[in-house]
């Protein structure tokens, strides 16, 4: 079993920068890929980026590349997502996942265990 919490959210102006943590527990993270996932008010939940185990590779939504940074630090079992940029669309509870497995996906269906989310807020 995995747990994982993720915190670092919060109000931020339209401009700003936020820097979202997922902790693990349970059991290393470091042989699993890791994800973010966003949901907005009445609307679906949609992937936001990925890393690999080793975080040698990533993959962004187009609409958060240039923005929004995926990280880990395996040795403190943490994932990160650097928030650079933000727009008021950024606004939605941000959720951290894994598939439990190392792959790059963006479909919500291939992720296992999943946290409860941390709001985020951008204001214009």
């Known amino acids: 079993q995995v747990q994982l919490v993720e915190s670092g959210g919060g109000s931020v102006q339209a401009g700003g920068s936020l820097r979202l943590s997922c902790a693990a527990s349970?059991?290393?993270?470091?042989?699993?890929?890791m994800g973010w996932f966003r949901q907005a008010p009445g609307k679906e939940r949609e992937f936001v980026a990925a890393?690999?185990?080793?975080?040698?590779?990533?993959y962004n939504q187009d609409s958060v590349k240039g923005r929004f940074i995926i990280s880990r630090d395996n040795a403190k079992n943490t994932v990160y997502l650097q928030m650079n940029s933000l727009k008021p669309e950024d606004t939605a509870i941000y959720y951290c996942?894994?598939?439990?497995?190392?792959?790059?996906?963006?479909?919500?269906?291939?992720?296992?265990?999943w946290g409860q989310g941390t709001q985020v807020t951008v204001s214009s």
């Open positions: 996942a894994t598939p439990a497995r190392d792959v790059l996906r963006t479909s919500t269906s291939v992720y296992k265990y």
């Open positions: 890393i690999t185990w080793s975080g040698s590779n990533t």
């Open positions: 349970g059991r290393t993270l470091s042989t699993y890929a």
